[in-house]
């Protein structure tokens, strides 16, 4: 009994101290540290929350970037994979879609490299990312779409440029380029109503 | 792989080897009573810990008493866990509205993070309120690691001392481990991590249009207070579903680099503080090679595996579930790491992953989660092999085998094959049995030897006590609920009963003087019988099942056979 009585008293401290207390420690701190990046990085433009720039979106209009293939339509409730494994006919299948979708789309080649990012689904299917090969290789498409003059194209490619975010401290990571923030651009930049589908 | 990759890695270990003796020898300061950083700032707590509970820190007990204030410490969380999800949407912070969770759903979480395993049959985001995470959870997440580190250190005082009949006292290593080790590494991780934009913060879920118009609710919540501790202490039950693959759990490279390194942090520092506590750091340094090399060979293996083309995808590189921002190395490192440690937490989705890199994760677990391991648990689960390893070099030498002076005899060497036979049978049993029954086979989200696969890894992980899975399975069921539940009870109390009982029989041995007959255990001759030893146990029990799971997939793969 004398057990019961001393873990019941121990467990409710511990309750109150890693599970109230260290939580609101934390949160007050980084509330006044970082209040931007501790309430998820979004993206208010006039007043008006258009997301968060760690979560990506789904952009299906010929004007924008394309996100990676997503398991979950990039609804975040909840995230998640295909957890499809490489022997799975299922995802042999739609990569070989994807692969055709995005050629055709964007106008390439038929034996163009098509990014394994753009055929394969993310891990969290949230994935804000992109290459930017996979970038690049939108260009084309884009310009037609938006009616871009040779010299707003170029724009464009400098736009990509500057966007591209390199390994953390020179090191950590690959290269990729963040969709939402770079459609984002591209709208301020070429004066898009961002409803226009 | 370029350059770059190879960096990222030397880095990674360099970091890890470099924070061993510094962590080590901290925690051996907080362990063995010495003056340290930590007692300034949190030696007050302690004192109050001991008078609110009503603890007499002072006394020792027997590893029997031990062992029953532990049992009953855990069982005391289970049972709050398990009530407040059955009545989340009475309780409050529950912005979501969530409704209460099913009984066995309940049930599985609970044992869950009681045995640090959190394996998650659950979505985090769409299952459990702020109060549920927070209060229930991330409580779980401290003295899980807690009661890990307590069972080692009852089995390392049992080592070191000789003729006595105590082994410490439970409640002051429980507390010592949470007030100077896992609360004061987790505060300053979390802020960290929230630098990152990890979400910290108590409000309702954000609902927005994007810029094509469409809705897109977004989940909030104290993720980086849980996301350190979930990471720190080997627990690695995500905030979110898709866990460190989610950009508000694990948003940039550098909180990548920081929440792989804390799943090794711990369990690797821990050599250093057992070899310093019985007197050879010499010892601990032994025991850490051999956890390295093992799991270096386990990174290699999946490196190859993921960098090499196939029939079905070519020269494809491998992304599916995987990240844009961390790319191949960085999840392949990740995947090796939080199998080794019994972490479980994810990058990538190991349910895409090349056969053989799923097969190095698996079998990372089936060894026993060894190669740096569970904190606490790791230590004390490969110590466990040391004890077989100088019993069988003492069957060869024709001597009583003997380690760190004391006699290993009839009754170690018995409770050391429990703890070894304990996680195995829950795997090889269960898996056999959910492979054949409608129940188990209803939940597969792959076909073929990958069907196996991902019945085989979800039995292993719990029995690892590890948490991460081939998440396709689907497991929210009474079924694989209750089973994996049994499974994490026997594979966590499977192993720390006969440690336990270890512990009290080592405490009451002679100590006899080292001679030139001595087995030493502290050179690489023993790292390589060890790792033989570790590596022929693990191979002998679970080849065949391997072989027609991911083995016969490699090879099904490599004639471009789908299902």
Redesign the interface.
Same mark, same amino acid.
């Given at each position: 009994m004398k057990?019961?009585?001393?873990?019941?008293?121990?467990?409710l401290?511990?309750?109150i101290?890693?599970?109230?207390i260290?939580?609101l420690?934390?949160?007050g701190?980084?509330?006044l540290?970082?209040p931007a990046?501790?309430?998820?990085?979004?993206v208010i433009i006039n007043n008006?929350?258009?997301?968060?720039?760690?979560?990506? /979106?789904?952009?299906?209009?010929l004007i924008?970037f394309t996100s990676?293939p997503s398991s979950v339509s990039?609804?975040?409730?909840?995230?998640?994979?295909?957890?499809?494994?490489?022997?799975?006919?299922k995802?042999?299948h739609s990569?070989d879609s994807l692969r055709c979708g995005f050629i055709g789309l964007n106008q390439l080649d038929s034996l163009s490299v098509v990014p394994?990012?753009m055929?394969?689904?993310?891990?969290?299917?949230?994935?804000?990312?992109?290459?930017p090969q996979a970038a690049y290789l939108q260009v084309k498409r884009i310009v037609k779409a938006r009616n871009l003059n040779p010299g707003q194209k170029s724009q464009l490619e400098k736009i990509i440029n500057s966007s591209v /975010?390199y390994?953390?401290?020179g090191?950590?990571?690959?290269s990729?380029i963040n969709v939402?923030s770079l459609?984002?651009e591209l709208?301020r930049i070429f004066n898009t109503n961002?409803?226009l589908? | 792989m370029t350059t770059q990759d190879y960096l990222q890695i030397l880095l990674f270990f360099a970091v890890l080897v470099g924070l061993t003796p510094i962590l080590g020898n901290f925690m051996f300061k907080v362990f063995t009573g010495k003056n340290h950083l930590m007692k300034p700032v949190f030696g007050w707590l302690e004192g109050l810990t001991y008078k609110f509970s009503g603890i007499d820190p002072e006394k020792e007990t027997t590893w029997k008493s031990y062992t029953f204030d532990l049992l009953i410490f855990n069982f005391t969380g289970f049972v709050f866990v398990f009530l407040i999800q059955l009545f989340q949407s009475q309780l409050p912070l529950n912005p979501a509205n969530l409704p209460n969770v099913s009984w066995h759903s309940a049930l599985n979480t609970s044992v869950s993070f009681m045995t640090n395993t959190n394996w998650q049959g659950y979505s985090g985001e769409t299952t459990l309120s702020y109060f549920v995470q927070m209060i229930g959870l991330t409580v779980q997440n401290f003295v899980s690691a807690a009661t890990g580190i307590a069972v080692l250190l009852a089995l390392i005082r049992g080592l070191a001392r000789k003729t006595i009949d105590t082994i410490g006292n439970f409640w002051t290593d429980l507390t010592r481990s949470t007030l100077y080790i896992l609360l004061p590494l987790s505060i300053l991780f979390a802020i960290v991590l929230a630098g990152q934009g990890v979400v910290q913060n108590f409000k309702s879920y954000e609902t927005f249009h994007t810029l094509e118009g469409a809705t897109q609710v977004i989940p909030m919540g104290p993720a980086a207070s849980q996301i350190a501790i979930k990471q720190l202490g080997t627990n690695g039950g995500g905030f979110f579903n898709a866990n460190s693959a989610h950009p508000f759990e694990n948003p940039t490279p550098f909180s990548n680099f920081l929440e792989m390194l804390a799943i090794l942090l711990i369990p690797a520092a821990l050599t250093f503080t057992y070899g310093k506590m019985v007197g050879s750091v010499r010892h601990g340094w032994t025991i850490f090679k051999a956890m390295l090399i093992l799991l270096v060979l386990g990174l290699s293996i999946s490196l190859y595996a993921e960098y090499s083309s196939n029939p079905i995808f070519g020269n494809l590189p491998l992304m599916e579930g995987k990240e844009t921002r961390f790319g191949i190395t960085n999840s392949v490192l990740w995947a090796t790491s939080t199998s080794a440690a019994s972490n479980g937490s994810v990058i990538a989705m190991h349910d895409s992953l090349s056969p053989l890199a799923g097969m190095v994760a698996m079998i990372n677990i089936m060894l026993g989660e060894i190669i740096f391991g569970g904190v606490g648990a790791g230590l004390y689960g490969i110590i466990i092999f040391v004890i077989l390893t100088v019993f069988i070099a003492g069957l060869m030498v024709g001597r009583t085998p003997e380690y760190l002076g004391k006699k290993i005899q009839k009754f170690e060497v018995q409770m050391a094959i429990i703890a070894v036979l304990a996680p195995n049978i829950v795997i090889l049993l269960f898996a056999a049995w959910a492979s054949v029954s409608s129940q188990g086979l209803s939940g597969l989200n792959n076909s073929g030897p990958h069907g196996l696969s991902e019945i085989l890894y979800a039995y292993a992980s719990a029995a690892g006590n590890n948490g991460s899975a081939f998440a396709g399975l689907n497991v929210n069921t009474v079924f694989y609920n209750l089973t994996l539940g049994i499974g994490m009870l026997i594979g966590r109390f499977g192993i720390i009963l006969p440690v336990m009982a270890i512990a009290g029989s080592m405490a009451r041995k002679k100590v006899t003087p080292s001679s030139t007959g001595t087995f030493h255990t502290d050179n690489w001759l023993f790292i390589g019988l060890l790792i033989a030893v570790i590596v022929i146990v693990g191979g002998l029990t679970h080849f065949p099942a391997l072989s027609l799971g991911p083995v016969v997939e490699h090879l099904l793969m490599n004639k471009g056979i789908t299902f």
């Amino acid at each position: 009994m004398k057990t019961l009585f001393i873990s019941l008293k121990i467990f409710l401290f511990f309750t109150i101290l890693t599970g109230i207390i260290y939580p609101l420690i934390v949160t007050g701190i980084v509330q006044l540290a970082f209040p931007a990046k501790a309430n998820g990085s979004l993206v208010i433009i006039n007043n008006q929350i258009k997301g968060s720039e760690l979560i990506g /979106q789904k952009f299906d209009s010929l004007i924008y970037f394309t996100s990676r293939p997503s398991s979950v339509s990039y609804n975040p409730l909840p995230s998640g994979g295909s957890n499809l494994g490489l022997t799975s006919s299922k995802l042999k299948h739609s990569v070989d879609s994807l692969r055709c979708g995005f050629i055709g789309l964007n106008q390439l080649d038929s034996l163009s490299v098509v990014p394994a990012e753009m055929v394969f689904a993310s891990a969290s299917g949230l994935d804000p990312h992109i290459s930017p090969q996979a970038a690049y290789l939108q260009v084309k498409r884009i310009v037609k779409a938006r009616n871009l003059n040779p010299g707003q194209k170029s724009q464009l490619e400098k736009i990509i440029n500057s966007s591209v /975010q390199y390994p953390q401290y020179g090191l950590l990571g690959e290269s990729c380029i963040n969709v939402l923030s770079l459609n984002l651009e591209l709208d301020r930049i070429f004066n898009t109503n961002s409803h226009l589908n | 792989m370029t350059t770059q990759d190879y960096l990222q890695i030397l880095l990674f270990f360099a970091v890890l080897v470099g924070l061993t003796p510094i962590l080590g020898n901290f925690m051996f300061k907080v362990f063995t009573g010495k003056n340290h950083l930590m007692k300034p700032v949190f030696g007050w707590l302690e004192g109050l810990t001991y008078k609110f509970s009503g603890i007499d820190p002072e006394k020792e007990t027997t590893w029997k008493s031990y062992t029953f204030d532990l049992l009953i410490f855990n069982f005391t969380g289970f049972v709050f866990v398990f009530l407040i999800q059955l009545f989340q949407s009475q309780l409050p912070l529950n912005p979501a509205n969530l409704p209460n969770v099913s009984w066995h759903s309940a049930l599985n979480t609970s044992v869950s993070f009681m045995t640090n395993t959190n394996w998650q049959g659950y979505s985090g985001e769409t299952t459990l309120s702020y109060f549920v995470q927070m209060i229930g959870l991330t409580v779980q997440n401290f003295v899980s690691a807690a009661t890990g580190i307590a069972v080692l250190l009852a089995l390392i005082r049992g080592l070191a001392r000789k003729t006595i009949d105590t082994i410490g006292n439970f409640w002051t290593d429980l507390t010592r481990s949470t007030l100077y080790i896992l609360l004061p590494l987790s505060i300053l991780f979390a802020i960290v991590l929230a630098g990152q934009g990890v979400v910290q913060n108590f409000k309702s879920y954000e609902t927005f249009h994007t810029l094509e118009g469409a809705t897109q609710v977004i989940p909030m919540g104290p993720a980086a207070s849980q996301i350190a501790i979930k990471q720190l202490g080997t627990n690695g039950g995500g905030f979110f579903n898709a866990n460190s693959a989610h950009p508000f759990e694990n948003p940039t490279p550098f909180s990548n680099f920081l929440e792989m390194l804390a799943i090794l942090l711990i369990p690797a520092a821990l050599t250093f503080t057992y070899g310093k506590m019985v007197g050879s750091v010499r010892h601990g340094w032994t025991i850490f090679k051999a956890m390295l090399i093992l799991l270096v060979l386990g990174l290699s293996i999946s490196l190859y595996a993921e960098y090499s083309s196939n029939p079905i995808f070519g020269n494809l590189p491998l992304m599916e579930g995987k990240e844009t921002r961390f790319g191949i190395t960085n999840s392949v490192l990740w995947a090796t790491s939080t199998s080794a440690a019994s972490n479980g937490s994810v990058i990538a989705m190991h349910d895409s992953l090349s056969p053989l890199a799923g097969m190095v994760a698996m079998i990372n677990i089936m060894l026993g989660e060894i190669i740096f391991g569970g904190v606490g648990a790791g230590l004390y689960g490969i110590i466990i092999f040391v004890i077989l390893t100088v019993f069988i070099a003492g069957l060869m030498v024709g001597r009583t085998p003997e380690y760190l002076g004391k006699k290993i005899q009839k009754f170690e060497v018995q409770m050391a094959i429990i703890a070894v036979l304990a996680p195995n049978i829950v795997i090889l049993l269960f898996a056999a049995w959910a492979s054949v029954s409608s129940q188990g086979l209803s939940g597969l989200n792959n076909s073929g030897p990958h069907g196996l696969s991902e019945i085989l890894y979800a039995y292993a992980s719990a029995a690892g006590n590890n948490g991460s899975a081939f998440a396709g399975l689907n497991v929210n069921t009474v079924f694989y609920n209750l089973t994996l539940g049994i499974g994490m009870l026997i594979g966590r109390f499977g192993i720390i009963l006969p440690v336990m009982a270890i512990a009290g029989s080592m405490a009451r041995k002679k100590v006899t003087p080292s001679s030139t007959g001595t087995f030493h255990t502290d050179n690489w001759l023993f790292i390589g019988l060890l790792i033989a030893v570790i590596v022929i146990v693990g191979g002998l029990t679970h080849f065949p099942a391997l072989s027609l799971g991911p083995v016969v997939e490699h090879l099904l793969m490599n004639k471009g056979i789908t299902f």
